[in-house]
């Protein structure tokens, strides 16, 4: 009887002392993988994106076609229409920044830059400083601030009717870029409300069109860019669901998983 009760604690014991190792074993299995991974991110070429200087050198590069435009209006060689002049390159580098905004992921996801991922929302502000340029050389130099004029240019004129629903529409997106309203709005929510960028996109494009009136050719090559990223997050997508979806009819159409209790 004894002998019994000693082999069956000794039996525990043995059993205990395996999980043990087998616990052990398993950690240091975790902190290899770890360290592994560690050295091969040392081991990876530095991107020059993530320099420290990267920043600040992006920043000011992208200050330059507003530099330009206040040097060259200074020295008065915007042609014989300045006014014209301005709004018509403010609004253009309104669309070249939404572009460069708007093309990070498909440069992420096709060619491996996922550096620029930390650029994005200096990009998507820069979009907007660029339409607030736009919008003041229209309300303050060719308008000067006459309300009752500008109301009717919004009701009478299609172009400045889409250019100021585009406006306020990037308007919350701006205001919501930081991180702080991606915890208030929820990750759904703030991705929901950022996809009216490509809204957006179509809006700009036409306010172009209509604008230019005649030589459309510039605002087509947008409309053609703008196309070629929607369909590409529409193809993302897609996939993503088409994905989901088989994964749910594979995941119902398996059999039940039966669980066999171990012998006593």
């Known amino acids: 009887m004894s002998q019994g009760v000693g082999n069956g604690v000794s039996g525990v014991g043995a059993r205990n002392v395996g999980q043990r190792r087998d616990g052990e074993g398993a950690r240091g299995a975790e902190v290899g993988t770890a360290e592994a991974l560690t050295a091969r991110r040392r081991a990876r070429p530095r991107s020059p994106l993530s320099h420290p200087l990267a920043r600040p050198l992006i920043f000011a590069v992208c200050l330059i076609p507003f530099a330009l435009l206040a040097w060259n209006a200074y020295h008065d060689n915007l042609g014989a229409n300045p006014i014209e002049a301005l709004e018509i390159h403010t609004g253009v580098w309104t669309l070249r920044f939404l572009v460069i905004t708007l093309s990070i992921t498909p440069a992420r996801k096709l060619l491996g830059w996922n550096g620029l991922a930390r650029y994005r929302r200096m990009l998507g502000l820069f979009t907007f400083f660029y339409a607030?340029?736009?919008?003041?050389?229209?309300?303050?130099?060719?308008?000067?601030?006459?309300?009752?004029?500008?109301?009717?240019?919004?009701?009478?004129?299609?172009?400045?009717?889409?250019?100021?629903?585009?406006?306020?529409?990037?308007?919350?997106?701006?205001?919501?870029?930081?991180?702080?309203?991606?915890?208030?709005?929820?990750?759904?929510?703030?991705?929901?409300?950022?996809?009216?960028?490509?809204?957006?996109?179509?809006?700009?494009?036409?306010?172009?069109?209509?604008?230019?009136?005649k030589d459309i050719r510039d605002p087509l090559i947008y409309a053609s860019i703008f196309a070629a990223l929607l369909g590409y997050r529409l193809w993302i997508t897609s996939g993503r669901t088409v994905r989901a979806t088989i994964g749910m009819f594979a995941e119902r159409a398996s059999p039940p998983r039966t669980s066999h209790a171990p012998p006593p």
Request: charged letters at 10%; aromatic letters at 12%; glycine letters at 8%.
């Open 132 to 213: 607030c340029v736009h919008l003041s050389m229209y309300i303050g130099v060719d308008m000067f601030f006459n309300v009752h004029d500008i109301l009717h240019d919004i009701v009478k004129h299609p172009y400045i009717t889409v250019g100021m629903a585009s406006f306020l529409m990037l308007l919350p997106l701006a205001v919501t870029s930081t991180a702080g309203w991606v915890k208030r709005l929820g990750g759904r929510r703030w991705v929901a409300l950022h996809r009216l960028i490509y809204l957006i996109a179509v809006g700009g494009t036409l306010h172009y069109m209509w604008a230019v009136k």
